[in-house]
Every structure is written in C-alpha cells, then in structure tokens.
C-alpha cells in the first residue's frame, strides 16, 4: 500500500500578488514624542489642490491593477491617521486618498516561501463531478520580512486521485 504519491502540482512562492497594509513610519506606539506620521502629513498639506491631485492620478496608475479596492484601502489608512488631523472636515476627497496612500504600503505576503499545505474537504461539493472531492488547501506563505500568513487555495481530486489546482485570483485581502 502507497501511502504518498507524488504529483505534478508544484506550489512556489511569488512576489505576484500583493495585499494593502496600513504603514506609520517609526514606532508611533511606544515612543514618545513628536510623531513621524504628522511631519508626513503636514508635508501633504503644504502641497497645492493641482500637486495634490496629479500625485494622486499617479499613484493609482501605479497601483490600481494590484489591487480589487484601492480606493478603499486609502480611506481606511486615512481614517488611521485622522485623529492626528486639526480640522478632518476641510479635507478635500483627493487629500483624503492621498494621505491615505502616503500610509499605504505594499506587501508581498507569498514571495518567498510556501510550505505545509494541508487539504480537507470543501464544505460545498455542489456541481462536483461523480468520484471527484472539491477541496480547501491550507499552505503556510512567507513574505517579505520572513513573516508568516495562511494561505488557502482550492481545487478537485479527480476519480483517479489526480489534483486540479483552481487558479488563483490576482488580487488578495485580508478583508
């Protein structure tokens, strides 16, 4: 009896997709002080509506494929920012996002390794071909800075015991 078969399926790291995290330069939490976060935004502030506005048309070109809700995600590093801000009403839309894209990082979760995967059943076997088992695969991802996530993908065992790897989406969240 064969209790490991080796198949074709081969699962490797890559800098590919990215995901949105929140990022305060310095260490805003434990030191004290003059923050480093509101010297950024009184630079963002001293720029005109026009620098404010063509800044922030580059920045989405630049990032805007990698991501499914960038303009969400602006906002919601905004509003991590916002209590350092003296009057958040008289701040325009685009300042808004720019600002919230000043705290904007990218971070390639999967780029460096994948390993430990570990299937079970998917709970929806609906459309699943006769002999075959949808599953849910757990792979443990390192990124950048050797910081681990989990990563789940999906597929099919077929009749045969061959597997079939979904593709994965080009955009990730932790949403």
């Not at 081969?10 to 939490?29: H, K, Y």
């Not at 030191?31 to 026009?50: F, K, Y």
């Not at 989405?60 to 494929?65: A, C, K, M, V």
């Not at 300042?95 to 000043?102: H, K, P, T, V």
């Amino acid at each position: 009896m064969t209790l490991v078969h080796r198949t074709e399926v081969n699962l490797v790291a890559s800098a590919d997709r990215v995901m949105c995290r929140i990022f305060i330069p310095g260490d805003e939490l434990h030191l004290p002080g003059v923050s480093r976060a509101e010297n950024v935004l009184e630079r963002i502030g001293w720029l005109t509506d026009a620098q404010v506005e063509e800044a922030l048309a580059r920045t989405i070109d630049r990032f805007e494929g990698r991501h499914r809700h960038l303009n969400r995600e602006f906002e919601l590093h905004f509003e991590a920012v916002s209590h350092l801000i003296s009057d958040v009403s008289a701040v325009s839309a685009s300042r808004r996002a720019l600002i919230g894209a000043y705290f904007t990082q990218e971070y390639a979760f999967e780029s460096t390794a994948y390993f430990n995967p570990s299937m079970v059943a998917h709970p929806d076997q609906s459309g699943v071909p006769e002999g075959s088992l949808r599953f849910v695969m757990s792979v443990r991802a390192v990124g950048e800075g050797h910081i681990s996530s989990i990563v789940f993908r999906t597929g099919l065992i077929g009749p045969l015991g061959e597997i079939e790897m979904d593709p994965v989406s080009k955009y990730a969240t932790t949403r």
